[in-house]
């Protein structure tokens, strides 16, 4: 792969990787006949099924959209409700609520921070006993670590729940020797490929799946809920189905996106690489490292840890302050959703979630990205020891 381009020397938290190779794909596409829902896309789609395993992929605007899509296919709609995880970016929970459902919430596992299974049974035995329970359920694969989707799909087929897979860390990772995107247990995953994720289109999002119907409702819905080509004798005929969005992804994002896929397994090769010298470096300083299950492979969008000891928010927030100083970006995932201001008209409060809580209490994010040299990583390594043997976080 070429050289990144010369940057300065704060170490930010994450960075896309862009290539001449992906700079010749976009060229060729302004070159060409379509800007828009193009040859290009659809190549695009059929490659990244391809890579999941899955048989059909339907290219969006973001993640967000894939989300939204995702549970208009599988039928979502009002009077429906729909449990995700706390600890995500709040686009997992609002697809369910454009959708006229309402959004509830599964308390995270502390070690991996994704939905516990346990507390997932928990509340589907009250949810059964009091006649609420989910039509769907969005697990999110936090950091790149895949959930327990076994114990997960084990109780969708008990209580009679949809799975969607919030995979917009985790392209590249795998579950049980199964990529992420086969949709092995689940109706459809949706990827992001945001900048600064697996791969980068600026903005974008990939939903997968292996159900025809949820495929075509998914691609009308992106295209204003129009069906196209109607008719033999008025080929020019469309017809509007349903209600839908404007939420197709364009040509030259669809490139981007298609030339990035070729190197994924570089990509997350680079990061896992990293992400193992940060434990090796880090693990005697008393922090919580990622736990990374025995049958999962993570994409290692992220390298969370988790300051430990008395008031760790105080001493999140010196250890935050001290790397900034340094210019090095830190960042917190994820404040959880249920304490966000429009959550909390719905009566959501402290306390309900806590082992989600507590991890934000702690948590921080330290840079993790392909053009991480190791010798900026040193310098985070470096620093973070410093801050946490220093006076301040003790």
Known sequence: MASPAKRSEKIPYARHHI???DIAAVVD??????????PVTAAFEQAIAEYCGSRFAV??????????AACRSIGIGPGDCVWTSPNSFVASATGALHCGARIDFVDIDPRTYNISATELERKLVKAEASGELPKALVVVHFGGQPCDLKAIAELGMTYG???IEDASHALGATYCGERIGSCAYSDATVF????????????????????QDVREIAARFRDHGIQRHTSETEPWRYEQIELGFNFRLTEMQAALA????????????????????????LESLGLQLPYLD??????????????????????????????TAAGIAAQVHYFPIHLQPYFRQSGFREGNFP?????????????????????EQNRVIDNVRSAISGPALH
């Open 258 to 281: 298609a030339s990035q896929l070729t190197k994924l397994p570089c990509f997350v090769a680079r990061r896992s690489m990293l992400a193992k010298r940060y434990t090796q470096a």
């Open 59 to 68: 290219a969006l605007s973001s993640a967000t959209a894939g989300l939204h």
């Open 161 to 163: 729940f949809r799975i």
């Open 19 to 21: 290539d001449a190779d």
């Open 192 to 211: 992001s490929i945001h900048a600064i994720k697996s791969i980068a289109a600026g903005e974008g999002g990939v939903l997968v799946t292996n159900r």
């Open 294 to 323: 025995a049958e999962r492979t993570s994409a290692w969008h992220l390298y969370p840890i988790q300051v430990l000891g008395d008031e760790p928010n105080v001493r999140r927030r010196e250890l935050y302050f001290a790397l």
């Open 355 to 375: 082992a989600a809580e507590r991890y934000y209490e702690s948590a921080l994010s330290l840079p993790l990205y392909f053009d991480l040299t190791e010798s």
């Open 29 to 38: 596409v302004l070159r060409s006949d379509w800007l828009t829902s193009g």
